[in-house]
């Protein structure tokens, strides 16, 4: 089976705007040169054969990886080799192993492997440990209790890699029979300076990565469910679509996430952030509902990017780091180009998680728009027409939920920003949305305002 070793391609192939211009310059000299030597124009015919197999290749990006259920080339999609995404969302060339980093954590490892890797520059990976065999085998027996020993085995790689940083850092020659002596060099090679000044330097950065390919799995599943609701909000508020993928880095699209800080929904909203946008007490939280939080999420980007000089990157860092910081940040490292800010500023407050944000982003983008050529088996089982109604007077809400004529499951699936509210009864106040069936719009006509409310058919797993 073919590889993409076995292709011969370059590690970086060209950007989409010249692949097509190159193979097309490159079939004409080759013809050209057989007409003037008709001796070898059976070598040219065969040639150009090679060269329409290679460009039917980099073009439609095919290869076949070690993985039969996988057919993709992951520098053709990141090359946004089909023109999927605008050029604003292009990869700067300074983030591209950043990104290709992200973009193998969203799609090549699971969360049964633990990828070792240096802090600064996270696309070195010293080490990538699989414990699938621990965490699914028969003992211990219970789950926890193999979690533990599957985390303790990854520990102590840590550890080994440590250990051998620290040797090499101490000037330690590089013993060959020792694996990980061998490890991290082969890892840090691609520094420029000396080995033992690199050791020393990545001795303080190291790192754990958990894959995260079976939670975007999942995301993509769900994700269809709110994705034409949430591009419509946007469009509305002439903002780009590509900026609804930002729930794949930050929830994957499970909205019932809460962060240990507190942040809650698909978007990740903070409690405070949220009040500013939605309604955010003790009954309602419209920060679970993911249409009503895209509202807020619009509304929030724009006044980021307004603020931070019309530039998504600086815009989209801002919503993991606040645009005061990244006004700090730009005032720092002089500039206003993001890779530029990642590259040479750090501080306290702009760790790992801000500085990667961007390129975290940009990773899930690629992974989703080119996601039918990397994720096999999705599960899409049936469709709804849902709807969002305006209430046309303040009342209790379990009058509304028994009006509607749903089950209590569905109504509180499609509403997951009362719940409370539900099982305490709270009146709803006047103009408060609803997501709501056909059927259930009907039931509910009496209550609603007359507006003609918007509707969306979305895509609805059985398993969700």
Known sequence: MKSTENLNLPENTLPKRHIRGVIATVTLLTVAIGFFNSASFPLVVEQVNKITEMSKFILEGEVYTADPQIVYHREQVLNDYQDRISDEFSIPEQLRDRVGFWFDIYTRYTSNEKVIHHTQFPWLIFKVVDVTDIVNGDMPRHRWLRNVKAQKHVDAEVQNIRQALKELAAGVAVNPQNEHHVLVEQTLQG??????????????????????????????????????????????????????????????????????????????????????????????????????????????????????????????????????????????????????????????????????????????????????????????????????????RSIHTKEVYRKSGLSKEDFSFFNPDIKKALEKNIKLPRGFTLVVTTSARDELKPLLQKEAPSQRKIKLSQNL
Do not use: C
Not at 244 to 256: A, D, G, L, M, Q
């Open 191 to 392: 520094l420029p300076g000396q080995l033992r000044s690199k050791a020393k330097n990545a001795l303080k950065n190291v790192r754990i990565q958990t894959g995260q390919k079976n939670f975007f799995h999942e995301g993509l599943e769900v994700s269809p469910l709110y994705m034409s609701g949430m591009e419509e909000i946007f469009e509305k508020h002439g903002l780009p679509t590509e900026l609804t993928r930002i729930p794949f880095v930050e929830s994957s699209f499970n909205k019932h996430a809460t962060s240990k800080v507190g942040a809650t929904g698909v978007w990740q909203f903070m409690s405070y952030t949220g009040k500013n946008f939605m309604i955010v007490n003790d009954y309602i939280d419209e920060r679970r509902s993911p249409l009503k939080a895209t509202e807020g999420a619009a509304r929030l980007l724009k006044e980021n990017h307004m603020i931070l000089k019309r530039q998504w990157p600086l815009a989209i860092t801002a919503w993991n780091h606040g645009p005061t910081g990244v006004r700090k940040a730009m005032k720092a490292a002089k500039s206003n180009d993001i890779s530029k800010i990642v590259g040479s500023y750090q501080s306290k407050t702009f760790d790992f998680a801000s500085s990667n944000f961007y390129s975290e982003f940009l990773a899930a983008l690629y992974a989703e728009k080119y996601h039918e050529q990397i994720f096999k088996d999705l599960n899409y089982e049936r469709t709804l027409d849902l709807h969002t109604v305006k209430l046309a």
